[in-house]
C-alpha cells in the first residue's frame, strides 16, 4: 500500500483496551514492515498523508480501559509511516528482544542526515504508563529511540516506575 490508501489517523495494527495479552513470535524472527523508506517519508514531507503509527495500543474507544498485563518480545518493527511503537494508557507492561528501525538511514555523512530530515517523526518506542520494563531492545530510526509520553486526561495513568536497561539506541 502507499500513502493513498491510509488516512491519517489509520494505524497499521492496533489494539484498544487489551488485558493479559502476550505479542510474541514463536521464531523470534517476526516482522512487522510498512514501506516508509519508499512510500511514505518523502511524500509526508511534501504535505500527503502517511504519518500513522505502524504497532499503536490506545486505551479502550467507549469504556476508557487501559491496557494492562502486556508483553511485546521476539518482534522487529520496521519503516513506519510515523511511529514506529505507540503504546498509550498502559500499566504493567514489558516491551524485550526487539528490534525497532528505520532500514533507509545510513548511519554517517550527508545522506544521512538528509535522510534524517525526511524520517521526522519516525518515533522508536513511545509509553504513555505506569511499571514498565523495556529491555534488550535496539532502536536506530531518525527520530526519539525510546520515549516517555503521557498526558493529564484525568485517568491518573502517569508514566511512574520504568526501567529501562541493556538496550541500543
Same mark, same amino acid.
Request: hydrophobic content about 35%.
Given at each position: 500500500?502507499?500513502?493513498? #490508501?491510509?488516512?491519517? #489517523?489509520?494505524?497499521?495494527?492496533?489494539?484498544?483496551?487489551?488485558? !493479559?495479552?502476550?505479542?510474541?513470535?514463536?521464531?523470534?524472527?517476526?516482522?512487522?514492515?510498512?514501506?516508509?523508506?519508499?512510500?511514505?517519508?518523502?511524500?509526508? #514531507?511534501?504535505?500527503? *498523508?502517511? @504519518?500513522?503509527?505502524?504497532?499503536?495500543?490506545?486505551?479502550?474507544? *467507549?469504556?476508557?480501559? @487501559?491496557?494492562?498485563?502486556?508483553?511485546?518480545?521476539?518482534?522487529?518493527?520496521?519503516?513506519?509511516?510515523?511511529?514506529?511503537?505507540?503504546?498509550?494508557?498502559?500499566?504493567?507492561?514489558?516491551?524485550?528482544?526487539?528490534?525497532?528501525?528505520?532500514?533507509?538511514?545510513?548511519?554517517?555523512?550527508?545522506?544521512?542526515?538528509?535522510?534524517?530530515?525526511? @524520517?521526522?517523526?519516525?518515533?522508536?518506542?513511545?509509553?504513555?504508563?505506569? *511499571?514498565?520494563?523495556?529491555?534488550?531492545?535496539?532502536? @536506530?530510526?531518525?527520530?526519539?529511540?525510546?520515549?516517555?509520553?503521557?498526558?493529564?486526561?484525568?485517568?491518573?495513568?502517569?508514566?511512574?516506575?520504568?526501567?529501562?536497561? !541493556?538496550?541500543?539506541?
Amino acid at each position: 500500500q502507499g500513502p493513498s #490508501d491510509w488516512d491519517d #489517523d489509520i494505524n497499521g495494527i492496533s489494539f484498544n483496551g487489551a488485558t !493479559n495479552l502476550t505479542i510474541t513470535s514463536s521464531t523470534r524472527k517476526g516482522k512487522i514492515h510498512a514501506k516508509g523508506c519508499t512510500h511514505w517519508y518523502i511524500q509526508r #514531507d511534501l504535505g500527503k *498523508n502517511g @504519518a500513522a503509527t505502524l504497532f499503536h495500543m490506545d486505551k479502550d474507544k *467507549n469504556l476508557t480501559f @487501559a491496557n494492562s498485563k502486556i508483553l511485546i518480545e521476539h518482534l522487529a518493527v520496521h519503516d513506519g509511516p510515523g511511529y514506529q511503537m505507540y503504546l498509550a494508557k498502559m500499566v504493567d507492561v514489558t516491551v524485550r528482544y526487539m528490534d525497532v528501525r528505520v532500514t533507509c538511514l545510513p548511519r554517517n555523512g550527508f545522506i544521512s542526515s538528509a535522510l534524517v530530515m525526511l @524520517a521526522q517523526q519516525t518515533d522508536g518506542i513511545d509509553i504513555w504508563g505506569k *511499571n514498565v520494563h523495556v529491555h534488550d531492545v535496539n532502536v @536506530a530510526n531518525g527520530d526519539d529511540c525510546i520515549c516517555v509520553k503521557g498526558d493529564e486526561d484525568g485517568s491518573g495513568i502517569i508514566s511512574e516506575n520504568w526501567l529501562v536497561e !541493556n538496550s541500543t539506541a
